[in-house]
């Protein structure tokens, strides 16, 4: 059901992103370097991330090298979630998180306490983002969401 929400029928208005709108934006680039650094920790030791939208996971693929020759490894990815790729009509490939990855949910709390916010602010201003993250794809805007 929390995947849910980022389904949208209408537009995202700035009332809606309470939290958004009173932080600063190094700030909201603070939280989202801690929730960065976060995923980065659960893909080391192999587990996926999911948040709401899609998931990070790292995925097995193959990598050309000289001469026809191809290497497995292994590299991360963000995946869509599947619902919000056919609500909103998106192309993309077809990724699947091997099965014996575990797929969990940010430690809000741990995040928080890393970069010293209240956890509360952290999950609203990641959950509010990615409401602007869904408002941009449903009125067909480029956006751009880069990560280190």
Not at 29 to 37: D, I, L, P, T
Not at 77 to 96: A, G, P, Q, R, V
């Amino acid at each position: 059901a929390k995947m849910q929400k980022y389904l949208l029928y209408n537009s995202v208005e700035p009332e809606e992103l309470p939290t958004l709108r009173e932080l600063s934006t190094v700030e909201i680039c603070k939280v989202w370097s801690g929730m960065s650094r976060h995923i980065y920790r659960q893909l080391l030791q192999k587990k996926a991330v999911e948040i709401g939208v899609g998931s990070f996971a790292v995925v097995p693929t193959h990598a050309n090298v000289a001469e026809g020759k191809v290497l497995p490894v292994e590299r991360p990815m963000f995946i869509l979630s599947k619902s919000l790729k056919m609500f909103y009509n998106l192309e993309s490939d077809e990724t699947k998180i091997p099965d014996e990855t575990p797929v969990v949910h940010p430690d809000f709390e741990e995040i928080a306490a890393n970069i010293h916010f209240r956890h509360e602010i952290v999950e609203q201003c990641v959950q509010e983002t990615l409401l602007c993250f869904a408002g941009a794809l449903r009125d067909n805007k480029e956006v751009e969401f880069s990560f280190r």
